[in-house]
């Protein structure tokens, strides 16, 4: 499972400037324990249900038939056209299940149109033949600008290709009952999965809209669900001191208020947990970043790519920073760099690529510990889709708890109706 | 020509808690002026290559020939091993003017390898042909772990598959005499390209490091260079408060120092312009974080994308960022909406997709100004090569005229040492 190393948040590490105490830590601990609990028993109230979300086995079964008969169609593409939480914790899991270069080698592709740059989806359009591409397009209300845009201009590229059973070529992620998308969907005869009613769009990962797409790509989802399930239980279980979520939460915000942290950073030495970082960049901000003053801003960084960009910043800049390291402890593969380097490299010579990264991992940690800067390592045992399925529910929970903490909704998004609008405005006074 | 609307980031618009006065900023800009001519003088001194790049009219020609003579190679992959500035530079040029979806497309793809996740870089084999690819090994000092060890992983992966002129697939770039890459060239009888002494890498874009990866894939690097050339003779004969280096150079330090903004997110609504925020990450981080206080940190986000992820954090949480939006004024592609979208969206019937982008653009600008937080936008009037190298040019004169204003070296990078110091001898004990 899932462990948490938290020595180089701690002061007896880093000093007391920048680190948090054992003592204060563990009496934050105690004081909160009860937190948990009142998570859990929210698991009905609107925002709590992606709490459920691994219990539905059912949906799981259902999901993988779909799939399987989905087959029969050899979709070269299967495009997602959703946006934020519609779109990112299916990215996530492509990026760490079906790698870097998935798009020179097997297909079906999977790929996720979130945006209206029209460059971006024209590119798409000359990029992919649409006869043979299946389209899932993703909203809970339907209301939302881009999917619905993307929804009708997919429509009118089928057309223009003189395609006519268009209903073959789409699924439509939604609310059960609510919204704009499902009477579309019943009146042309879509295939439709629900978004259920209390999850919200940015804790859906476990959800259709976060398990269909990655089926119909060869992920294993019952696996995702299986993990999630295990750490939701470890959560309900472990005493206070040992509750992954209940420290991580602690943690995060004893750093950001006690310790003037305002940044949080989340680094994994991996190139397939990269955009979970962009998953995890949502969930903290939209349910954290409210009433003009509360909310850590979250930040990517890869290792050791960012070692060569951010390591400067982060060892030697202002200290305003936690770090998330997140360490693989053993690679799907592996290989041996030989003993043809220069001299100066020798160091190099026979090691595993794994071990090198291992070494930058620890070097670049330790530096920054050295430095008295905080942070913490999630070690993962592998990437695969049961650990996956355990960092979502873990992360999730942990923002739960932090909406309690810091005494905020983490299940609304007040602050982005403004802005929608004012762009309504502008787009309807043009003719 | 690219200009900066700065209306949002003054006290006028935004009110005096976080808005710069007007006539603040004319005062600071009348008493910084000297700095740019303070950087024009420095042009020969460490570091300050980069303003003489532009010129190099001979190496852009002996690229394009090089470029030229290497189409009969067919190759299917353009592959550059190398990291941080050997890549980031590249990487934003490649996103602007070959696409997202290149790899479905045209050959050859042009593929950046920075990191050493064994995962990746094992994918990265098993996704190409090698026999149908060059490499490009980018180390000004050859010193580099990461494309030094992807060097050494990739000779053996030609060995394995039996290929013996193995120097046809290799380019260097590097220092025009010292360092450890240089002597392995002329050994193997490499083609190299040279690195500038006073150019560092993050820096290096307009140098063979970003030129020559682009030329391979067919990017016009004349007009690259002749867009840099221009923005620096518009930097180089301004006025002060009509300089547009100067003018984004202050309002980005006052911001920090005088309004207490330690965070600069760059937004460009466009995928393309996406990861020259990535290369400008690098490049204010490095340049900037300094002393165990001065830098501001560079946050990335995607307009529209972003605005279902980090708007709401943006503009309801802490008011401690300032904002720079980029925004195309012509898009290359445009698409029209249809009229088969129900009425709660019937605003988007019949509009141009860019003016729905626009229409997003202005409405999160205008919403960011309402909540009282500072941003600033850059307008480009086209995504082109000649916009692209006056942008590299734009922010790279900025960070020079920063480095001045906080009294850092923006040229060095000393805190990045410990990390190799401590992965060296981890790696040196492992047998």
Redesign the interface.
């Known amino acids: 499972m899932i462990e948490i190393d938290i020595q180089n948040a701690l002061s007896e590490t880093i000093g007391l400037r920048n680190g948090i105490g054992s003592r204060v830590l563990s009496n934050f601990l105690t004081k909160n324990k009860a937190l948990t609990g009142k998570v859990f028993q929210s698991k009905s109230k609107m925002g709590y249900g992606f709490l459920g979300l691994p219990d539905d086995t059912k949906l799981a079964k259902k999901i993988k038939s779909f799939s399987q008969a989905q087959k029969k169609n050899k979709w070269d593409n299967i495009v997602v056209l959703g946006?934020?939480?519609s779109a990112?914790g299916g990215i996530a899991i492509r990026d760490a299940l079906l790698?870097?270069?998935n798009?020179?080698?097997k297909k079906p592709?999977l790929?996720f149109i979130?945006?209206?740059?029209?460059?971006?989806?024209?590119?798409?359009f000359?990029?992919?033949d649409v006869k043979k591409s299946l389209f899932i397009v993703i909203s809970k209300s339907g209301?939302?600008?881009?999917p619905?845009?993307l929804?009708?201009?997919t429509?009118?590229e089928l057309t223009k290709k003189k395609i006519k059973n268009q209903k073959k070529h789409f699924i439509f992620i939604t609310d059960p009952k609510k919204g704009?998308l499902r009477?579309?969907g019943k009146k042309e005869g879509i295939h439709m999965f629900d978004v259920p009613p209390t999850v919200g769009?940015?804790f859906s990962v476990l959800s259709s809209v976060g398990l269909v797409p990655v089926a119909l790509a060869g992920v294993d989802i019952t696996a995702l669900l299986k993990g999630a399930k295990k750490m939701r239980e470890l959560i309900k279980k472990s005493k206070a001191d040992k509750n992954p979520a209940l420290l991580l939460a602690s943690i995060q915000y004893l750093l950001d208020k006690r310790r003037d942290k305002?940044?949080t950073v989340m680094m994994p030495?991996?190139?397939?947990l990269f955009r979970m970082g962009?998953w995890y960049?949502?969930l903290l901000?939209?349910s954290?970043?409210?009433?003009?003053?509360?909310?850590p801003?979250p930040?990517?960084a890869?290792g050791?790519?960012d070692?060569?960009?951010?390591?400067?910043?982060?060892?030697?800049?202002?200290?305003?920073?936690f770090i998330i390291f997140m360490k693989v402890l053993k690679?799907?593969?592996?290989?041996t760099?030989?003993k043809?380097?220069?001299k100066?490299?020798s160091?190099?010579h026979g090691?595993?690529?794994?071990?090198?990264?291992s070494?930058?991992y620890?070097?670049?940690s330790?530096?920054?510990a050295?430095?008295k800067r905080p942070s913490i390592t999630l070690n993962i045992p592998k990437?695969d889709e049961e650990n996956l399925g355990a960092m979502f529910m873990l992360l999730e929970f942990q923002i739960a708890l932090l909406g309690l903490m810091y005494k905020v909704d983490a299940f609304n998004?007040?602050?982005?109706e403004?802005?929608?609008?004012?762009?309504?405005?502008?787009?309807?006074k043009?003719k």
């Open positions: 946006i934020g939480g990112l790698g870097s270069f798009l020179l080698r592709h790929l979130d945006n209206i740059d029209p460059d971006f989806v024209s590119e798409l000359d990029s992919i209301g939302t600008t881009e619905m845009a929804y009708s201009l429509r009118q704009i009477p579309i769009g940015r305002p940044m030495y991996s190139n397939t962009d960049r949502q901000a939209e954290l970043g409210k009433n003009k003053k509360t909310g801003t930040i990517n890869l050791t790519t070692q060569h960009s951010q390591l400067q910043l982060y060892s030697d800049g202002p200290e305003d920073k690679h799907n593969k592996d290989l760099l030989g043809d380097l220069p100066e490299l160091f190099l090691k595993q690529l794994s071990d090198v990264l070494a930058a620890k070097g670049t330790e530096a920054i050295k430095n990437v998004q007040p602050g982005v403004q802005s929608k609008i004012i762009t309504k405005k502008i787009l309807s043009i």
